[in-house]
């Protein structure tokens, strides 16, 4: 496999000076600058569309992305005969982001408005939803109808079971309602099926980096037709669970992205109803559903009795109403 990585380094115009292992790939300190060198077993039609997302971006100067490197051939993929398949990107020297910065948040926010801004109206006609949103919550509460029913009708209860059954009828309450709310939302009904922007599809602290020049944004493998406001919600759940649902750290967020997107009263509505969502228990109850029940970790637990307690936090940042402390 060595052979390999040294052939196709061979069929660039860069010399390595040095390299580490970096998730999954390798990270190259080269003469033209930092590169990071994936191999794949196939390259998905996907493929193009990411280089397509990123090549408007950088045509409208967001070039700080994780943009493919052709080899001397002018070719995007280094391909050889034995099925092995390497791809450089273009890579960045910087900071990660720190989640448990307001600033840092801010930044990282804005740096996403910036990024919906530029990719609205990506298609010239209208593309139709992967998956109806509604579609999946209405599926989701039926998954975890199912399993209440199954731990409830189980003679013999573990205390994980125990504790979800007590806790579930809350939760599933709040799942109903942010379906409910959802089919009802004005934004919903305009843009919930059919749309000409794109999403990053997974927008989060692991795929920034700060540098000098600004904030690097990669890891396009997720960008899709979509509501972008997705993107906002993953991100502002992603950092406000990893601090306890603090304010101030939510504001950082809205304030980031709305000044470069804007945000109307029905977005954040949106937004709101999304976040609503009980996920992480929807998630722990689809686990332990595909899983074996005959053994529970005490992770399991541990996370259960997390979800509960922060679930108290999140409802005190999102208010009875979005009115509350929104728009």
């Known amino acids: 496999m060595e052979d390999k990585q040294e052939l196709t380094l061979g069929k660039y115009s860069f010399q390595v000076k040095n390299r580490n292992r970096a998730r999954g790939a390798v990270l190259l300190d080269t003469s033209e600058g930092p590169r990071l060198m994936r191999e794949y077993e196939r390259i998905r039609a996907h493929f193009t569309f990411e280089n397509e997302v990123k090549e408007r971006l950088a045509q409208r ?135 000409r922007d794109v999403c990053h599809g997974e927008y989060n602290y692991h795929n920034l980096i700060y540098t000098k020049k600004g904030i690097a944004t990669t890891n396009f493998e997720h960008a899709q037709y979509g509501i972008q406001l997705m993107d906002l919600a993953y991100f502002l759940r992603k950092v406000m669970e990893k601090n306890a649902w603090q304010r101030e750290k939510g504001e950082a967020v809205l304030e980031g992205y709305r000044s470069e997107a804007g945000m109307e009263t029905e977005e954040y509505e949106f937004l709101w109803t999304i976040l609503t969502y009980p996920v992480k228990f929807w998630k722990l109850m689809s686990q332990y559903m595909n899983g074996k029940k005959t053994w529970i970790s005490d992770k399991n637990m541990e996370k259960l009795i997390s979800v509960r307690e922060r679930e108290e936090a999140k409802d005190k940042f999102l208010g009875e109403t979005p009115n509350d402390h929104w728009s």
Not at 141 to 146: A, G, L, S
Not at 162 to 175: D, H, I, Q, T, V
Request: contains cysteine; hydrophobic residues 30%; charged residues 35%.
């Open 61 to 195: 100067g967001m070039a700080l992305t994780d943009r493919v490197v052709n080899n001397i051939e002018g070719n995007p993929v280094t391909e050889w005969e034995s099925g092995e398949k390497f791809v450089v990107y273009q890579w960045y020297y910087g900071d990660s982001c720190d989640y448990r910065s307001c600033q840092g948040l801010e930044k990282a926010a804005r740096n996403l408005g910036q990024l919906h801004r530029q990719l609205q109206g990506m298609s010239e006609g209208p593309v139709c939803m992967e998956e109806d949103l509604f579609r999946r919550y209405e599926r989701r509460n039926r998954e975890m109808k199912r399993v209440y029913h199954f731990m409830k009708d189980k003679k013999r209860k573990n205390d994980f079971e125990l504790c979800a059954l007590s806790c579930f009828p809350e939760f599933y309450r709040k799942a109903e309602k942010a379906a409910a709310r959802l089919q009802k939302s004005s934004y919903w009904q305009k843009h919930g099926r059919e749309t």
